[in-house]
Structure formats: structure tokens, C-alpha cells
T-cell receptor
Framework: GIQVEQSPPDLILQEGANSTLRCNFS?????LQWFHQNPWGQLINLFY???GTKQNGRLSATTVATERYSLLYISSSQTTDSGVYFC???????????FGAGTRLFVKA | NAGVMQNPRHLVRRRGQEARLRCSPM?????VYWYRQLPEEGLKFMVY????????ESGMPKERFSAEFPKEGPSILRIQQVVRGDSAAYFC???????????FGPGTRLTVL
């Protein structure tokens, strides 16, 4: 089955800093999402992005499907951005959605 | 449009009891997914269902676990004869189509004593 790897595993930022989170996947995908799990455990949709680039406020994401990776950009980070960021992918023709292990982000005030 | 609803939010069971977790998808969504999250870990796929059909249950343990999504009513994840290792957060997600955005419920946190 498809493998999903995220990096870095942990990230500490000073408030206001920018960061890039990476998601590599081992097979072609027809479904790729980024989620934020906040400290209360809630999973929040950030982007549905099997290909291309999208932006939403301080967040943006790019997926290069032919090279099998996706990037999540966080600009001007805030303490409320803390939590775990997950990438999840479903390979073409498959039914299972596979999550990466996540990037744990802590933003210091 | 109400989001994905799960209940109960917290469930405590003793070893050997049964746990029933419910998931009501968003209105208009006919695709439901169940995931399990152990503490400090990512989400693991368990099962994918459409109305009245199990499409992929390859992530679900063969013993003690079952899932259904009837024509009427919520999707149910059932765990029989629970053991301490079943303690986890169980999340449900729904989508309008198979290849589409999945929206997650708040999860059910199961504790087995």
C-alpha cells in the first residue's frame, strides 16, 4: 500500500516565523489532504489538494503529484497554530486513506 | 449544515464489555470512514463504508470489531469483549464522494478499565 512520510517530526517556532512542512508519498494519489489537530484533539481540514496550489490566509499548500510530494506553508505563525499537522493520502484506485505520522508544531509567544 | 457528529464523546468500559460508537455523517454524505488514534500517534484507517455496504475493512481487526452503515440511521462501530489495548480515540469522517474532502467528527475517546 501507499506510504506517507512527513517531515520534520517536531518543530518549534518563535511567534511570527515562517515554516514549511513536507509530505512525501510513495504512489500516485487521487486524494490528498492536510489537517491540523489542535491540542484538544479536534481535526480541522486545511486543504484538499491532490495537485496544484491553494492558499487560505496565512496558510498555503502545494502538491506536485508527478514528484510525489506536498508542502504546507505557514507564514507569520501564531501560538494558536500549535498542534499536530497531518498529511493524508489515498492512492489512485484505492479506498484506504493513509495518514502520515504528523509534524508536531509548537509556537512560542 | 451540521458537521459530522459522534457519540458518545467519552466511553468507559470494563474488560469484556461491548462498546458501540455512533457516527452521523454530514447531510448529503454517503461515504463514511472510521479511524483509530492511539496516544501520541497518527490516525490508522479501519474501515470505509457506503450506505448498506462495507467497501474496505482491511484496517479493522478480524476479531471482535465490526462496522455497519444502515440505510437509515448512523454508522456504528462495534467492539465486542473490549480489552485494554482497545483504549484509543476513534474518529469518523464522511465525504460526499469517494474521491473528495473528508470531514471529521470530534471523536469518541474509549477507555477500557
Amino acid at each position: 500500500g501507499i506510504q506517507v512520510e512527513q517531515s520534520p517530526p517536531d518543530l518549534i517556532l518563535q511567534e511570527g516565523a515562517n515554516s514549511t512542512l513536507r509530505c512525501n508519498f510513495s504512489d500516485s494519489v487521487n486524494n490528498l489532504q492536510w489537517f491540523h489537530q489542535n491540542p484538544w484533539g479536534q481535526l480541522i481540514n486545511l486543504f484538499y489538494i491532490p495537485s496544484g496550489t491553494k492558499q487560505n490566509g496565512r496558510l498555503s499548500a502545494t502538491t506536485v503529484a508527478t514528484e510525489r510530494y506536498s508542502l504546507l506553508y505557514i507564514s507569520s505563525s501564531q501560538t494558536t497554530d500549535s498542534g499536530v499537522y497531518f498529511c493524508a493520502a489515498k492512492n489512485t484506485g484505492g479506498f484506504k486513506t493513509i495518514f502520515g505520522a504528523g509534524t508536531r508544531l509548537f509556537v512560542k509567544a | 449544515n451540521a458537521g459530522v457528529m459522534q457519540n458518545p464523546r467519552h466511553l468507559v468500559r470494563r474488560r469484556g464489555q461491548e462498546a458501540r460508537l455512533r457516527c452521523s455523517p454530514m447531510k448529503g454524505h454517503s461515504h463514511v470512514y472510521w479511524y483509530r488514534q492511539l496516544p501520541e500517534e497518527g490516525l490508522k484507517f479501519m474501515v470505509y463504508l457506503q450506505k448498506e455496504n462495507i467497501i474496505d475493512e482491511s484496517g479493522m481487526p478480524k476479531e471482535r470489531f465490526s462496522a455497519e452503515f444502515p440505510k437509515e440511521g448512523p454508522s456504528i462501530l462495534r467492539i465486542q469483549q473490549v480489552v485494554r489495548g482497545d483504549s484509543a480515540a476513534y474518529f469518523c469522517a464522511s465525504s460526499p464522494e469517494q474521491v473528495d474532502t473528508q470531514y471529521f467528527g470530534p471523536g469518541t475517546r474509549l477507555t477500557v478499565l
